[in-house]
């Protein structure tokens, strides 16, 4: 069975940073488009970075490009999101997801395997 995990989720301060883990099992890891969305009560679930494990290509949504960097270690099948000068705006359940494609999607609903999730809280 499928088993995707996020951990590293907490409580920090503005400008404060954070690393996010998410270790996948049960799947081949370089099949997939690794993603991290996050997700706000009343707003629809935002992707805000991915990396496509044949070609090594990143992306970021502009609202954390310089601030969060994706990467991964495929020796452990585990995906980081390291986010650094976070802000309230930042604050969110941070989801990882695997599409098994070669290429990375905007779109939630695409996604073949979720995690539960991890809270991110920043306070002001």
């Known amino acids: 069975q499928v088993q995707v995990v996020e951990s590293g989720g907490g409580s920090v301060q503005a400008g404060g940073s954070l690393r996010l883990s998410c270790t996948a099992s049960?799947?081949?890891?370089?099949?997939?488009?690794m993603h991290w969305f996050r997700q706000v009560p009343g707003k629809e679930r935002e992707g805000i970075s991915c990396?496509?494990?044949?070609?090594?290509?990143?992306y970021y949504a502009d609202a954390v490009k310089g601030r969060f960097t994706i990467s991964r270690d495929n020796a452990k099948n585990t995906l980081y999101l390291q986010m650094s000068d976070l802000k309230p705006e930042d604050t969110a359940m941070y989801y990882c997801?695997?599409?098994?494609?070669?290429?990375?999607?905007?779109?939630?609903?695409?996604?073949?395997?979720w995690g539960k999730g991890t809270l991110v809280t920043i306070s002001s």
């Open positions: 049960g799947l081949s890891f370089d099949d997939y488009a």
């Open positions: 990396i496509e494990w044949q070609s090594g290509v990143t």
């Open positions: 997801a695997a599409l098994r494609n070669d290429y990375c999607s905007p779109r939630y609903y695409a996604m073949d395997y």
